[in-house]
């Protein structure tokens, strides 16, 4: 039988975040895979006590005995984060295979990495996260030369991040932030404060830079910061900057002689930065005529936090310096004028956007429409493209896809049972009420009721008037008769929820025990 | 003692929403008031299980022997809808007071209305929402030439709008998004859909206008879409409109001859725009080639909803045009030329921005320095500001001021137990045990074990291995004995939370009770 080329994203295509791709090669029904990349995406309120979700690998731990790796682009959470959660279910090795090779781009990570697929059927570039950025300030340039080698050799297909498809012009590179971001530092005269992502290295080294050029000191805030600017010391990065103080002793310098570099540019409510706005932070104080600089994208979803931490910080007179007015940050993803650039480099057979919610893919099939590309090819999740053999690569098949939940250290489902349940409880309460029954058919005693969540003030009114609805309700059953018992059951889970629906116009879960003693 | 002229915000003045501004004339101690709107706003997902959130009132509550009256400016929910919840507090007339009169101004509703508020100590002029649009299409333009009467006749104060404070230019015309609509309209081959606010008459109208320039039957879709058809016919306007035809008539026609105004342009679950893109409502189906208009804006803290909803439509081969790629939208509230129109018209001697949070309303007074008005004032919900006498308007006083939640049918503070208690839940689940304790002091029978919300797959396994925990607490303590008991109430407390966190990494919100039988 002819070999085929497969390529079947399992996360990433259709949502930012939870990037997870396949490529297989063999016969039908025989295919060696590899999967690039293993994320994460973070849940929002709309699914309650729930953090982390990933994708259902299920498709490929049905094949893990034919998975050849796992190979990781750069180090984001969306990228790696669910290795150790997915790994024990697959239990392969984490590697750059053979035919695997990896091309240095630039994005807002130390060492992201394109990967050139070398396959009997053709090449394959799978981008990863990348933008054109020729002053990346820490880490190599693009290797333009060797992307456009990769094209004039032929490429196949190229699998692309389409997460910026919507912007106009280049992204922009670190150089000018670093350059506006002095302007900016050398004008503020009191106390500043830096927040934006710890892995952003080279933003990292652009504050201590400006620290150092505008005469303040710097001192890093919350956790992740001090593990990044560890880990970049140890790979041999930051070596040239000023050593950072520790905030305790930074309280001791005038408030303008100092820079702090904080977590929490999202207004992650625990995060440095919200507890610095809260003037709850144990080292950090701010005061009117301070200035935060949020040197950071507005995650979408994020924005009502965000600014509420703004209106937090100018309510008191402290300046809010953030992208929406001065331009302090750039993304790490190509624009238009940057996609450009490596569809010209590498001239793909075939396009398949991927990294994007539907409407950014969509738009990427309209760009490379525009730039010529013979075949480009619109996915979601699970689908599987044939790129070879066949007259154009197409969507041939559907592998099941899906989001798994991590609730507490539980992988549930999109629609488990618990979350639907807490959902319920987060807006209803609950409440339980527990019926002693006599060896007689008596009730014994008062029934045992709680509740929870339910805008109650009068309690004991409250539960002297459920008393008498139970009361009323049991008078015309038989207890001791089994059917009697559960038509029972439900007449009190409605006379109860109608009661507490009067008294407070909410409806409860509500549960009913019969307990006979 | 001398006249004072006062001015309090309790709610809107901070926050976007929930407007409720008072104003108090009189001897210090002894003020009449007026209340201008009492609006509410809506709550999101971090407050689960309520919907309603307006201010709290407490302040102008205990003087509401000298309310004169509450004056509405307009219709919009957060001018108007605290009414049926607040009003029972306060049993004021809610009128036009024979000191105010009425300026007509234009905004995304019908007969938007500025106030001229005449007491002893000077005229304050109170904005309400507004803009300058010279083509409103429906209602009179805005009176420039009343208002620079009343700034001809001084101003002591100007209590002005700040929601565009921040967006360069003027706010636009409904006339121009008019001609566009049409422009687009024109151009689509199939079914369109137009998604808006009912409440914008004047939109409304545009969608009718375009659907008969079209050659095209419209529909309207969505329960206040008819309800405002209605009013708005009763009030006379929408006169010279063809007629809308019932959506069930409307399958009838071919999808070239059809448009729909619908309902749900901010994703709203239950919304009809939702419905139709889930391929659920029973009456209007939309198909790859069709056409969703989101003639509105993206109300902050909606995005990811409508992402989502956009993100539906397109990966079926739908088209979406919204305000971020299309000129389909104008906003109702003024943009800075235009803020600087009615500067120039007023000329107040004071200017206080509210309707805002406080990023809006700093900028606002960064506006109004730039205006060269002599005394911008800062304020906040409960701010007093005396605006007379003095020899400047100042904040001297702090009313209590707040939010309250409607929690069922009861209003509750927004630290209320029954919310926290909610959250708990949402993010934890619950569990409840019962416990039997016979006369002897002995266990009787198994404990009552109900949960909810846990991940927990192996239900019985789950109950086993907690009543083995729930036995061994037990074993070390004396029934019968109270002190005892409440000790061993938090044993249990204690080991049945680690139980479960060991089994699900979850820690319930968890109630033991010990029963006497």
Redesign the interface.
Known sequence: MKKELLFCPLGGS?EIGMNMNLFGYGEPGNHKWIMVDIGVTFA???I??IDLIYPDPGFIVERKDNLLGIILTHAHEDHIGAIAHLWPKLKCKIFATPFTEYITLTHSILEPNGLRIKTPAGVVLHTGDWKVDPNPLIGDEINAKRLKEIGDEGVLAMICDSTNV?SAGRSGSELDVRKNLLNIMGRLKKRIIVTSFASNVARMETAFYCAEQTGRQISLVGRSMHRIYKAARQCGYLQNTIDPIDPREAKNFAREKIVYLCTGSQGEPMGAMMRISNYTHPDVFIEKGDAVIFSSKII??N??KL?KL???L??DGIE?ISE?TEFIHVSGHPNREDLKDMYQWVKPKCVIPVHG???HM?EHINFAKEMQVPHPVQV?NGDIVKLYPGEAPEVYDKAPSGRLYL????S?EED?Q??K???N??????L?V?I?ITPKGNI??NP?T?F??????EKDEFLYGLEDEIEKTTRFFKLGNRQQESNLIDALKIACRKFT?EK???RP?T?I?L?R?
Do not use: A, C, M, W
Not at 452 to 457: A, D, E, M, V
């Open positions: 259709g929002d309120d709309t309650p006590g919507f979408p979803g924005e009502k600014y703004h209106n937090q100018v309510k809010v929406e919610e539907h409407r969509i979601e609730d507490g250290n539980v549930v488990s618990s979350i349940d807490r959902k409880l987060s807006s209803n309460g609950y339980e527990t002693l014994h005693n045992v709680t929870r969540g339910l805008p109650i003030y629906k407070t116009g909410k879960y549960n025990n307990v003693i």
